[in-house]
């Protein structure tokens, strides 16, 4: 870690090198960020996630609690606003696109036209699968790439008197990045075992996976979601073929069964 830092530190002498005095704060931003992405802990990551959800919270069409769509979310999925060892939340945005993504602190967007396409099983895996991006830490990954990508952005920027414009943006475009840079493919294939294995705690089968992904696969590569590497096709024909996995998922103990099933008794929704 100090070899990489000290080489981050002479890239910042280099690009502040060629700056004008008013864009050296610009670089000099430029080579932090270079740092943080390889420096990045636990809880700084989580703080970033936050922001960022925030951010495409505002962006986007939320369902309020009373919504059909918001109301089946719900049901899905609140036993499972802490598991694993990680604390989740769960929103619909009412959207006709077929897409989810989730959070490095948790948070996992859902769209109404994803949701149309689904049923409840099928659902439940994609909701495993961006849980499962969520336990692996393939999030923080990104993080960190983004956080060199806006590094070099920033240096750029120093360099044609762009400052204002980026610094405005900077928010929005780290967002964007982290939401459509693909994950490799050992990282959707470990997503996609979690899925599976999310789906076998619950007393299913991998069948909802299956057909969760063809669906995905007719839909075309318009989205995050679908654009993935490899393809959605793909990944299904493997799950056929092998669903194996190497570390199980952990089911909801009786109690905390027991405590949702009495909170979905409660005649007010959650959130209200």
């Known amino acids: 870690m100090g070899r990489t830092v000290l080489c981050f530190s002479l890239i910042l002498f280099l ?34 996630a936050v922001a960022l959800a925030q951010q495409f919270d505002l962006k986007n069409t939320v369902a309020p609690p009373a919504n059909p769509y918001a109301r089946r979310l719900q ?124 789906l076998e705690a619950k007393g299913l089968g991998v069948a909802p996976a299956i057909s969760a992904l063809t669906k995905l696969a007719a839909t075309g590569n318009d989205h995050s979601l679908l654009s993935s590497h490899p393809a959605p096709e793909v990944r299904a024909t493997r799950l056929r073929e092998n669903v194996s996995g190497s570390r199980p998922v952990a089911k909801p103990s009786l109690l905390r069964r027991v405590v949702v099933w009495l909170q979905g008794l409660w005649p007010f929704e959650e959130g209200k």
Do not use: W
């Open 75 to 198: 049901r899905l999925t609140r036993v499972y606003r802490e598991f694993d060892g990680h604390p989740f939340n769960f929103k619909v945005y009412l959207s006709p696109e077929a897409n989810a993504f989730a959070m490095a602190d948790g948070s996992i967007r859902i769209s109404s036209g994803l949701m149309d396409m689904l049923d409840d099983g099928e659902l439940l895996f994609v909701i495993g699968h961006e849980m499962g991006h969520v336990v692996e830490k393939h999030i923080k990954k990104k993080i960190m790439l983004a956080y060199a990508g806006r590094a070099v952005r920033k240096a750029v920027a120093a360099q044609q008197g762009e400052a204002g414009v980026i610094a405005r943006s900077a928010l929005g475009a780290l967002a964007e990045t982290l939401v459509n840079a693909q994950f490799s493919q050992q990282e959707e294939r470990a997503a996609d075992d979690y899925g599976v294995r999310f």
């Open 15 to 48: 690009l502040t090198a060629g700056c004008e005095d008013t864009d050296i704060g610009l670089a000099t931003q430029a080579g932090m960020d270079a740092v943080r992405a390889v420096s990045l802990d636990d809880a700084e990551v989580r703080r970033t």
